[in-house]
């Protein structure tokens, strides 16, 4: 069983790494925001997907070239990269909150549309493919929407954070 979903080291790093940023994306959004086990676990978040998607530019066993899950890669890559670049430069960016919040919180939710299609396409027959994989990334990413979108004002308020704005990063 374990062979049919893991072919490689590459694919093995990959599957690990992206469970962990599974498990640390939600822990994150589940816990106080400012604190510095939020900083922790979001550094921990970070890294995990990092590796996943370094690792995606690895693997090309299902279309053989660049495709449409490496470009998924850069989506993530530039997502991770839109909601840490304003916390590292808060001094210079005024609504580092918003951009933080928005980018990070789409993040997880392009891991868990990955997550459902990924292991949703491994339980229906190959020809079905694209319609499981539009459906599954569908459903999470309106899931997710709904999500953001009703938490924003809670979390988006918080003017006395216990991160405050001159803090170092670590």
Known sequence: MLTNLVYSTTGAIH???????????AAVLLMNKGTQMHKRV??????????????????????????????????????ILGGMLPVIFRRYVSSWRHYHYYFMNWSV???????????LVRLFPMKQFWPVVVVATGLTTFAGSYLINRYK????KLKSEA???NAPIL
């Open 15 to 25: 599957l690990t790494s992206a469970l962990a940023a599974m498990l640390l994306g």
């Open 42 to 79: 979001g550094y921990g978040y970070v890294v995990a997907m990092v590796l996943v998607n370094v690792t995606a530019f690895l693997i090309y066993r299902l279309f053989g070239k660049f495709g449409p899950f490496h470009i998924a890669a850069l989506f993530s890559g530039i997502s």
């Open 109 to 119: 939710v392009g891991l868990y549309a990955a997550f459902w299609a990924e292991t």
């Open 153 to 156: 004002s809670k979390f988006l």
């Open 163 to 165: 991160i405050p704005e």
